[in-house]
């Protein structure tokens, strides 16, 4: 085969075999592809799968400390598969998670939302609230008591005494960004969130003012998380009943 043969100004002449050369540059190759299709090799499991759900909702579905993003983990599991059901049929808007739940079925959203809530990592330190003190007994005093002259339920009345959830359905509002809170229930109020018919939370939600929003969500996201952060279940309290007709909480 002839030789690739190069010269130089100062008389320096080089000369290159080509089969030499390209017998070299495959073995190489040969060499390198096993190692990148090692390094390549995930596990096929959900909770490798799950990661990306853990980039944003933090390890173990715990939440991240970027004040946003709401912490899954040990959330009912009818709560949780209810919201993937409604981001996929864009009852909840939020173009990240609609476009990771648009094709999925309705098994694998529940095995998705089986894991999560089984998981129970330790909770974060509640935000540092910088509120005045009137603005968060307001938020007491609704979360607690309610309002009855705008026919305000407590809050209490439907996520529990300890406002850590009611399994399978209601969510816990203890241990979510304030910002979140805020957000959520203008999302409500401007009917870019939804639930099931009858939507208890959007008829409560028009009944709030703008300080009123503030005022729950400051308080609620200052508060410690009980010594049973668990979500006690509907069955084990006596005579349980919600104070308004709601959709997503069925028998």
Same mark, same amino acid.
């Given at each position: 085969?002839?030789?690739?043969?190069?010269?130089?100004?100062?008389?320096?002449?080089?000369?290159? &075999?080509?089969?030499?050369?390209?017998?070299?540059? #495959?073995? $190489?190759?040969?060499?390198?592809?096993?190692?990148?299709?090692?390094?390549?090799?995930?596990?096929?499991?959900?909770?490798?799968?799950?990661?990306?759900?853990?980039?944003?909702?933090?390890? %173990?579905? &715990?939440?991240?400390? %970027?004040?946003?993003?709401?912490?899954?983990?040990?959330?009912?599991?009818?709560?949780? !598969?209810?919201?993937?059901?409604?981001?996929? %049929?864009?009852?909840?808007? !939020?173009?990240?998670?609609?476009? *990771?739940? $648009?094709?999925?079925?309705?098994?694998?959203?529940?095995?998705?939302?089986? !894991?999560?809530?089984?998981?129970?990592?330790?909770?974060? +330190?509640?935000?540092?609230?910088?509120?005045?003190?009137?603005?968060?007994?307001?938020?007491?005093?609704?979360?607690?008591?309610?309002?009855?002259?705008?026919?305000?339920? +407590?809050?209490?009345?439907?996520?529990?005494?300890? *406002?850590?959830?009611?399994?399978?359905?209601?969510?816990?509002?203890?241990? #979510?960004?304030? %910002? !979140?809170?805020?957000?959520?229930?203008?999302?409500?109020?401007?009917?870019? &969130?939804?639930?099931?018919?009858?939507?208890? *939370?959007?008829?409560?939600?028009?009944? #709030?003012?703008?300080?009123?929003?503030? +005022?729950?969500?400051?308080?609620?996201?200052?508060?410690? *998380?009980?010594?049973?952060?668990?979500?006690?279940? +509907?069955?084990?309290?006596?005579?349980?009943? #919600?104070?308004?007709?709601?959709?997503?909480?069925?028998?």
């Amino acid at each position: 085969m002839t030789n690739l043969s190069f010269s130089f100004s100062n008389g320096l002449r080089l000369s290159l &075999r080509p089969l030499a050369f390209f017998s070299s540059l #495959l073995r $190489t190759c040969c060499v390198c592809l096993p190692i990148l299709a090692s390094a390549q090799t995930v596990p096929d499991t959900l909770e490798q799968r799950l990661k990306a759900c853990t980039s944003c909702h933090g390890k %173990d579905g &715990r939440a991240t400390s %970027d004040g946003y993003y709401p912490r899954i983990a040990g959330k009912p599991e009818g709560y949780l !598969y209810n919201q993937l059901i409604n981001f996929r %049929d864009a009852k909840r808007t !939020y173009p990240l998670m609609t476009y *990771m739940v $648009t094709n999925l079925s309705d098994a694998y959203l529940k095995e998705i939302a089986q !894991y999560f809530s089984a998981q129970h990592p330790p909770y974060s +330190a509640p935000q540092i609230s910088e509120a005045s003190p009137a603005i968060l007994e307001r938020g007491r005093l609704l979360v607690q008591q309610g309002d009855k002259a705008k026919n305000i339920p +407590a809050c209490i009345s439907c996520h529990g005494e300890k *406002m850590t959830g009611i399994a399978p359905f209601i969510p816990g509002l203890l241990g #979510l960004p304030r %910002d !979140y809170i805020v957000a959520q229930l203008g999302a409500w109020q401007t009917s870019s &969130r939804h639930a099931t018919a009858p939507d208890c *939370m959007q008829k409560i939600s028009l009944k #709030l003012q703008p300080q009123d929003i503030g +005022a729950v969500s400051a308080w609620l996201a200052a508060q410690h *998380m009980p010594a049973n952060p668990q979500a006690i279940a +509907a069955k084990d309290i006596p005579h349980f009943k #919600l104070p308004l007709a709601c959709g997503s909480v069925t028998e």
